[in-house]
């Protein structure tokens, strides 16, 4: 038996629904993403180009930065606790050392 093949859809429908499907998926790609340090300075070029140039897109794309900005902001508040707590251990310490 052979194989039934499909008729591809157009290469207009493709370019202009598929590249929004896809954006739509970038806010989920931004929870909790380990990479995101690294992954940031490469994508930010992208997502820039594409909210000048589509306004359609404003929503995923604000979206994805938010919850980027939102996950992180605990992460920078743990760091600075950590690091006051040892600030607070070298100041203890230093004077103690040094006599």
């Given amino acids: 038996m052979a194989a039934t093949v499909?008729?591809?859809?157009?290469?207009?429908?493709?370019?202009?629904?598929v590249p929004p499907q896809v954006w739509h998926c970038l806010p989920a790609?931004?929870?909790w993403a380990v990479d995101l340090p690294s992954a940031y300075p490469a994508a930010v070029k992208s997502?820039?180009?594409a909210f000048n140039n589509r306004p359609d897109l404003h929503a995923p794309?604000?979206?994805?930065?938010?919850?980027?900005?939102?996950?992180?902001?605990?992460?920078?508040?743990?760091?600075?606790?950590?690091r006051s707590a040892r600030?607070?251990?070298v100041e203890r310490v230093?004077?103690?050392v040094c006599e």
């Fill in 6 to 17: 499909l008729n591809p859809l157009p290469l207009r429908l493709v370019s202009t629904h």
């Fill in 29 to 31: 790609f931004m929870s």
């Fill in 47 to 49: 997502m820039a180009a």
């Fill in 61 to 82: 794309i604000c979206l994805a930065l938010q919850r980027a900005a939102s996950q992180v902001r605990p992460c920078v508040r743990a760091c600075l606790r950590k």
């Fill in 87 to 89: 600030m607070r251990v």
């Fill in 94 to 96: 230093l004077p103690v």
